[in-house]
């Protein structure tokens, strides 16, 4: 099986309360690996901790057979390059428009010609469905927009691997569908691996290849997301009846 | 224990010293990585900083410094005038405003216009976690952030300073014609006596250094906002006020350098 992302004993916390128990488990690549949990489980702390927000306490996260030194910022950079993030509430820059918020990557860290930043971002904006509104500011696009455009910026620069963080959750279930289609193209029409975070369990059965169930801050399950769904294990069950 | 308590403070309070000299250093090294290979920073961000923060501040800085050329003249030449000193009030005035007045007032305003400012769009970007996404995108926020502010600041204070003299010094001009009945050139060249290009220089050169206080100290206060809704707001105020303490005291360490 090929592995792009190992997590292996990780434990991670905030001040002393620790989060995530000595948690293992890798991401498949060129699949969607799907995180779930009740709210506080500490979902958002593993992609904060993968992307190098929050250091943990004990453990180590393998990427492509090397294991990634948060400390030093030319391997960080390097990192940096091959990861797009979607966060949980979009962040897209508040300052700039749409079109300039997802040419910021092209524009910050490679030197593109600006006729050929204009052609890839206005294609990704078209991916999304916000084409018409590239001169809006994040202020003026809904919750839903929001979220869309901070995808096209995640996927912008063609990521090998894409975190997404309750990229469906305060969507209508259209908006949040045409998400589920948006994240499945990518892993087949791209070749790019997933990590979303997610309680819908309408988008779990649509995009999940596998699942890593937590539950305070240790993994309840982990594995093929078919394995999953016939588990007899209550609290999975709880989980998808739910 | 009371005295645990004490001793967890002046922890906490050596700990933030550190992260502020570890920000200032940082601050000034990446503003001469800026200067040397002209990245990291978005473009057009250094012009509309300096724009934002010179011609956004000018009003006030001329009302204030023309206000407080006024007021200290009234009040001086009544002194004066029982010695029959009169045209020493150029003398006052000049050297009081060009060496102290001006850059402890325009550090005031800045630290009140642009340090809060500045503070509340930092925090409000950490807190809804912009400053993490940058960060993703492999831009260093204290980098980014900071450096158009830092350049932006380094060329509106000597804009800012050579105005705020130019219209405090016209406030003394107008009270010593008007109470005084001194003639405009008389003013002027008894100035000249007591004030040189020197004084004009350090002038600049104090406010400039108070300019990059308030920067750096809104930059700290932004950068460590505690999440939550009152946070920016908590940053903000701490910000203005960390600023003009920082101004004053090194204020008093100039004065005390240059006796
Ligand atoms: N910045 C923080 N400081 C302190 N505790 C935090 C912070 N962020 C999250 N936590 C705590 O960590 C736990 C997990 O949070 P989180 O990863 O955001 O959960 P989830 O995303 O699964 O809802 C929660 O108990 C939360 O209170
Ligand atoms: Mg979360």
Redesign the pocket.
Known sequence: MNKLLKLKNLSVG??R?I?LKNLNFFIEKKKITVIL??????????L?TIIGL?PSITGEIVFFDKIIDYYSEKELSKFYNKIGVLF?NGALLNSMNLFDNIALPMRMRFEYEEQEIKERVSTKLDQVGLLKFAEKYPAELSGGMKKRGALARAMILEPELILC??PSAGLDPVTASELDDLMKKMRDELGATLIV?THELRSINTIADNALV?NEGKAEFFGKYDDMKNSNNEFINKFLRS | MISEKIADNIFEKVREIRQYMILLTDEIFYLFQYIFNRKGIYPGEIVKQFFFMAYGSFPIVTLISFLVGITISITTIQQLQLFGADIYLADIVGYGLIRELVPLMTGIILAGKIGASVTAEIASMKVLEEVDALKVMGVIPEKYLMVPRIIGIIFAIPFLVAIADFIGILGGIIVGKIIAGIPVIVFYNEMLTVVGIEDFLIGMLKTLVFGLIIVISSGYKGFTVS?GAQGVGKATTESVVLSISLIIIIDCIFALLLY
């Open positions: 905030y001040n309360e989060v949990g009740k709210s506080g489980s500490g979902k958002s702390t593993i904060k929050i949980q963080d309750e975070v937590l | 999440m």
